[in-house]
């Protein structure tokens, strides 16, 4: 392992370069750096471009340290490290950083300052994260080149360390073997601190290294829980520390309910395209690609009617008696050619005779002669005169010709038939298009029991409502679902639901314990245990207050590192269901490639008067008839509170009032979120 080639990963944070690659520099000026001073011990394995986004930031970071075996052990990031508004990576690394390093930010800015004061504009901060170390650059390539250098030959060995190699091996033959080895010298004294830095694995730090905390502030917050929970994130409650130790308000920022769309909008990955079979599981699924007829629609020229196929003389008249020399009917097989004088009897869709130039309907003749066993006809009277060629023949192609596009990219396959019949007829048996997520639903809570289980309740227990509600729903909106069962409010168990469930599904629903109680499990083992990122856990909403939304990095069955979304709704069901269809909804719509995603937005009109929330928007439960001259009429389907099940009942639509003192007086307008079909209010 001593001599295996470390990896390196390199994140390049510029909302410019994330925009525009090609200009970036860094990545050329450190890959040189790394080939050419690394004395071939590095492997540049990764590189990837983010804006200067807190959040995308830690979650690529957490993609290369959290992974348990294929973790990266060096991971630099360049750019961000100054003190412009838009600066924040120092804080986004910081706050992953389980063991900090002042001494190597020490080394960087020490480096630095040799070459010009304005190093000191420079906030650089490294760490241990799990097994590798994270280190920030500067975001000038010539910065970032001077940083790395300063500290390069001494990574090796660190990053070794990180990794658990054992210590007493590394350090057998002491500090000077180590400096020889890395290329290095020390200049007198410093071998004694650090000698001691590599014995006392970071506990307290060597006297004389102290200043360095001041540029680094890449400790302090969390340190104290840290030891216990090496992934943890200071935001949500450590469970082991019990109620007492709880946060008394939620450290979620509260986000308005168009900033939780906008960040499921941005945190929700793009859908996948696969190739799927044309049949009826198709329908709902979003198309991925232009498609082509394969074929001509008709891929013969056929008969529109019954009668019988002539070929047209030249003055177009064709009254007169003619022998029926042959049949053509709708089914595949040969067809004898006719001759002009010659008629033959064809029906509705049948191939024409080559050489047939037109088909005059049954109804413009009349039988002449049968032949002598009297069950065919021999000759047939034609009365049409001015017939023209083409006439009651479907040309080929003439409906699609093969190779026009019959259906378009983002297009969606709806049940209605339409899109599926076109694909048919042309001869597409497969088509590219979006994966749909699987959905898998779990209910949590240590009063919650199965919905139909026998006998009556005890004292605290609860039917579980949710989770048969959100599989409905789900299942409705044309999703695969899992039934994830119910959850116990103990961190282990809960964590093992999850983590069994990130392999079998795409999504997680799940539904309570995101409140403020102690046992409110979810934020913390999503954050702590689970490494996932919480991007909302709060919502200026009513109902639905504490929805969280979080994404979590995980491997796919094929070993690729992929993401998956997990939405934690409040216990509550009327909550549960009002969240799922504003916010989960939009989530699956962008996972299936559905656009515009979400629930269609309508105005409509108030049939009596509505008494708004004073502080909080409202998601009312109502129903939304036509009235009579066509206008959208809604009615509240009563009391709103958000544990009364019985609001969803025959709601189709969720009204959008917004919070205020005044009451919406009936007739006034408001919007409203379509959930179901709209029934005729006579
Ligand atoms: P929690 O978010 O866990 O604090 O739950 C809030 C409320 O919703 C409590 O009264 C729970 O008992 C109730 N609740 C939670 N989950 C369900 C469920 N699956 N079905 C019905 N009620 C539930
Ligand atoms: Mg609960």
Redesign the pocket.
């Known amino acids: 392992m001593a001599n295996a080639r470390l990896k390196v990963a390199l994140l390049i944070v510029s909302t410019t370069a994330a925009k525009d690659p090609s200009t970036d520099a860094s990545e050329a000026a450190l890959s040189s750096v790394l080939e050419e001073e690394g004395d071939g011990r590095w492997e540049l394995v990764d590189t990837k471009i983010v804006p200067d986004v807190v959040t995308q930031i830690q979650q690529q970071l957490k993609l290369w340290t959290d992974a348990e075996s294929d973790y990266i052990n060096l991971v630099l990031t360049t750019g961000g490290t100054g003190f412009a508004v838009a600066d924040n990576t120092p804080e986004a690394v910081s706050a992953l950083i389980v063991k900090p390093a002042p001494g190597l930010v020490h080394g960087m800015l020490a480096a630095s300052l040799n070459v010009t004061p304005f190093a000191m504009m420079s906030r650089p901060v490294a760490g241990i994260r799990n097994k590798s170390i994270i280190i920030t650059l500067p975001g000038s390539p010539k910065g970032a080149r001077e940083n790395l250098q300063a500290v390069l030959k001494t990574l090796p060995h660190a990053c070794l360390q990180a990794a658990g190699m054992d210590s007493r091996s590394l350090h057998a033959g002491g500090i000077k073997k180590l400096e020889a080895e890395a290329g290095i010298k020390s200049s007198g004294g410093h071998s004694h601190s650090h000698d001691h830095h590599h014995h006392d694995h970071g506990s307290s730090h060597p006297p004389g290294h102290t200043h360095s905390h001041g540029h680094g502030h890449s400790h302090g917050h969390g340190h104290l829980v840290r030891h216990t929970a090496p992934n943890s994130n200071p935001m949500s409650n450590d469970p082991s520390l019990g109620p007492s130790r709880r946060n008394r308000e939620s450290p979620y920022p509260m986000l308005s309910v168009d900033d939780a769309l906008g960040k499921i909008k941005e945190h929700t990955p793009q859908p996948e395209v696969v190739t799927l079979k044309v049949d009826t599981s198709l329908p709902g699924h979003v198309l991925a690609e232009d498609v082509r007829a394969r074929e001509n629609v008709p891929a013969f020229r056929a008969s529109i009617v019954d009668g019988y196929a002539v070929v047209v003389p030249s003055d177009g008249n064709l009254k007169g008696v003619f022998p029926v020399v042959s049949v053509s009917h709708a089914s595949p097989g040969e067809v004898k050619p006719l001759k002009e004088g010659e008629i033959a009897r064809i029906t509705t869709g049948a191939p024409l005779p080559p050489g047939a130039t037109s088909v005059i309907m049954v109804e413009d003749t009349i039988l002449k002669t049968m032949t002598d066993d009297g069950k065919e006809e021999k000759e047939v009277e034609i009365l049409a005169d001015n017939v023209k060629e083409g006439e009651n023949i479907r040309e080929v192609g003439s409906d699609i010709k093969t190779g026009t596009v019959i259906l378009n990219k983002g297009e969606q396959i709806s049940a209605v038939g339409g899109e599926i019949g076109l694909l048919a007829a042309v001869g597409v048996a497969e088509v590219k298009a979006y994966r749909k997520p699987v959905i898998g639903v779990l209910?949590?809570?240590d009063?919650?029991v199965q919905h139909d289980r026998p006998g009556d309740l005890r004292l605290g227990e609860?039917?579980?409502?949710?989770?048969i509600t959100l599989m409905t729903a789900a299942k409705e909106c044309g999703y695969e679902v899992v039934d994830l069962g119910?959850a116990a409010d103990k961190p282990g168990t809960l964590e093992e639901t999850l983590r069994d469930a990130l392999r079998r599904v795409d999504f997680i629903i799940t539904?309570?314990?995101?409140?403020m109680?102690e046992l409110?499990l979810l934020k913390p083992t999503i954050e702590r245990s689970l490494g996932g990122t919480i991007h909302f856990g709060r919502v200026a909403m009513k109902p639905g207050k504490?929805t969280t939304f979080a994404t979590v990095p995980v491997k796919d069955n094929g070993g690729r590192r992929v993401t998956k979304v997990m939405f934690s709704l409040?216990?509550?069901?009327a909550s549960?269901i009002v969240t799922f269809h504003l916010f989960v909804l939009p989530s699956l719509h962008q996972l299936s490639g559905v656009s515009p995603a979400g629930l269609t937005r309508v105005p409509v009109t108030l049939t009596h008067d509505f008494a708004p929330d004073r502080t909080r928007p409202e998601y009312h439960r109502a129903i939304v008839s036509a009235g009579g001259d066509g206008e959208l009429l809604a009615a509240s389907t009563g009391g709103q509170r958000s544990?009364r099940v019985g609001s969803l009942r025959g709601a189709n639509c969720l009204l959008c009032v917004p919070s205020g003192e005044e009451p919406l007086k009936k007739g006034s307008k408001v919007d409203a979120l379509l959930m179901g079909g709209i029934r005729s209010g006579r």
């Open positions: 209910s949590t809570g009063e919650i609860v039917r579980d409502t949710n989770r119910i539904t309570g314990g995101v409140s109680g409110d504490p409040p216990g509550n069901p549960a544990s």
